[in-house]
């Protein structure tokens, strides 16, 4: 298996760190530099992103496996987990990738999966007292922290996004998705 477009993760030790907030602000500098972003999120809990009342919601919720809705603007599919046979266990990074269509993008970044063997920038802040992943963990290739940080490894300023969009835009040039990097997944 090949990988056609680079898989970047962002980590941290726990919620509420600030995974979000930075790419928040990241993935408009990347955008301002012509890459087209791909995001997967890890959800630890239920979701929806339709709403009551809505057909697509009472279309769902009247026992259909798949909703998908579409428009003029965007599309989206749901899967119920709990209503197929034998109810699968949580979707893995490596099966829901395959539902990005890298057609249309340049970069896929994932927001979790902090386990999965796939590059990734740890969000730390030395405040919080959490310990570093980076410690544990050999995919990580850079530190985005909002304080000191003593590692090998490059720590980035988690308050500046165009820092990081830097660095990633570095590591996009010096690195070829190979299928090393792909089939780890």
Same mark, same amino acid.
């Given at each position: 298996?090949?990988? *056609?477009?680079? @898989?970047?993760?962002?980590?941290?030790?726990?919620?509420?760190?600030?995974?979000?907030?930075?790419?928040?602000?990241? @993935?408009?500098?990347?955008? !301002?530099?012509?890459? !087209?972003?791909?995001?997967?999120?890890?959800?630890?809990?239920?979701?929806?992103?339709?709403?009551?009342?809505?057909?697509?919601?009472?279309?769902?919720?009247?026992?259909?496996? /798949?909703?998908? &809705?579409?428009? =003029?603007?965007? +599309?989206?599919?749901?899967?119920?987990?709990?209503?197929? *046979?034998?109810?699968? *266990?949580? *979707?893995?990074?490596?099966?829901?990738? $395959?539902?990005?269509?890298?057609?249309?993008?340049? &970069?896929?970044?994932?927001?979790?999966?902090?386990? %999965?063997?796939? $590059?990734?920038?740890?969000?730390? =802040? $030395?405040?919080? #007292?959490?310990?570093?992943?980076?410690?544990?963990?050999?995919?990580? @290739? %850079?530190?985005?922290?909002?304080?000191?940080?003593?590692? /090998?490894?490059?720590?980035? #300023?988690? #308050?500046?996004?165009?820092?990081?969009?830097?660095?990633?835009?570095? +590591?996009?040039?010096? /690195?070829?998705?190979?299928?090393? /990097?792909?089939?780890?997944?």
């Amino acid at each position: 298996m090949t990988c *056609p477009v680079p @898989i970047l993760g962002f980590c941290a030790y726990g919620s509420g760190i600030g995974k979000t907030t930075l790419l928040v602000s990241l @993935i408009p500098v990347l955008t !301002r530099r012509r890459l !087209r972003i791909s995001v997967i999120k890890h959800a630890h809990h239920s979701f929806d992103i339709d709403h009551p009342g809505k057909d697509s919601y009472r279309l769902r919720e009247s026992g259909a496996v /798949q909703m998908l &809705l579409g428009s =003029r603007h965007r +599309w989206a599919l749901m899967t119920e987990l709990s209503r197929i *046979p034998n109810n699968p *266990p949580e *979707p893995g990074l490596d099966e829901l990738l $395959p539902h990005i269509d890298t057609s249309l993008i340049d &970069l896929v970044i994932v927001e979790g999966f902090k386990h %999965a063997a796939i $590059p990734k920038i740890e969000v730390f =802040r $030395p405040s919080l #007292n959490k310990p570093l992943l980076a410690n544990e963990d050999s995919h990580i @290739i %850079a530190i985005a922290s909002d304080g000191a940080v003593a590692s /090998q490894l490059p720590v980035l #300023n988690l #308050n500046d996004a165009e820092e990081i969009a830097a660095f990633i835009l570095a +590591w996009m040039q010096a /690195q070829s998705a190979t299928a090393k /990097q792909c089939s780890a997944l």
